[in-house]
């Protein structure tokens, strides 16, 4: 066991982690791809860079794979959309429990 995580609960976290980063990144991508589909100024292409910067910083900052932190880390991203809390099924009920009521605030 580790940090309170069965073997079991850290395989679930660890494929709705990487399901919510897959979700994540491909949906900045798509948004990468349409903004630079519009640069027709250089300060456009600042803006890309800007976005990018911002961004980049978010998703490094959201999937920090630690395993005292998930329990917020879900909260977060199920309330922002990128994973359900069908797709946390396996962990304890407590965890879940936590999960749910952080994604309300």
Partial sequence: MNAGWTQVEEEVARKAFDIAYKRET????????????????????????DFLSVKRHEVDGRYDYNLPMLVFVFAGLIKDGWITVKELEGLNSDKIAKIMALSYM
């Fill in 26 to 49: 491909n949906a900045l991508i798509d948004s990468v791809r349409s903004k630079a589909s519009c640069l027709n100024e250089i300060e456009d292409m600042w803006h890309l860079h």
